[in-house]
């Protein structure tokens, strides 16, 4: 377990792309959301699931241990929705944001981002070849950011990665590092589609 770190599961997407709710998406006989919260519960017994408008009894039955179920009414169309709602319940000065929509994200990596968070504003994975940051999958410094969505919420934006932008020191931390502790880097794939998720299921990946 590590003392200074929770966890939030950004849950309150629409799924419009996949048509139905990624959350309850089915990968050996576990839906991703039991899949995740597994992972996250060997780091955290602090584990916040940040559902929106939706209604929580679904979400606490599958999530397959205590969790605390975070509702918001603001909505911006993005996993800032989720965040604004929960990092005032959050007591440690870390914490991971994962998105539902990666089943197969493991501890390890976490852990690895959480350890390179340390002293910096965040930890967010970057792929070496494009620069492409993955903030759905990394650490953040709990101060640091609920500092950083007022302001960014102020001047109008509500991407994730318009608060990251505001973050100071934040840590980007190449994924050819992470493969240190995720070798094909499994953590970071997402699943948004139903070509991507038949993808899953027809791979190695249901093996595991």
Request: charged residues 20%; proline residues 6%.
């Amino acid at each position: 377990m590590e003392q200074g770190l929770s966890a939030v599961v950004a849950c309150g997407g629409k799924s419009t792309r996949m048509g139905v709710d990624k959350a309850f998406l089915r990968l050996n006989g576990e839906t991703f959301l039991s899949r995740i919260v597994s992972e996250l519960k060997i780091l955290t017994s602090q584990v916040f699931i940040a559902v929106g408008s939706k209604r929580p009894e679904s979400y606490l039955r599958e999530a397959g241990g205590p969790v605390r179920i975070v509702g918001y009414t603001l909505e911006f169309g993005s996993p800032l929705s989720g965040l604004v709602a929960a990092v005032d319940f959050i007591e440690t000065p870390y914490f991971a944001l994962v998105g539902c929509d990666m089943p197969l994200v493991k501890a390890e990596l976490i852990g690895y981002l959480y350890s390179a968070c340390l002293g910096h504003s965040a930890a967010v994975p970057m792929w070496d070849a494009s620069g492409v940051l993955e903030p759905l999958c990394a650490v953040y410094h709990t101060p640091s950011v609920r500092l950083g969505l007022w302001r960014v919420l102020d001047e109008g934006k509500f991407r994730l990665i318009d608060l990251i932008a505001t973050l100071p020191d934040a840590a980007y931390v190449p994924t050819s590092r992470l493969t240190t502790v995720d070798p094909d880097l499994n953590s970071l794939k997402n699943v948004n589609t139903p070509q991507e998720y038949a993808f899953l299921l027809n791979t190695e990946y249901s093996q595991r």
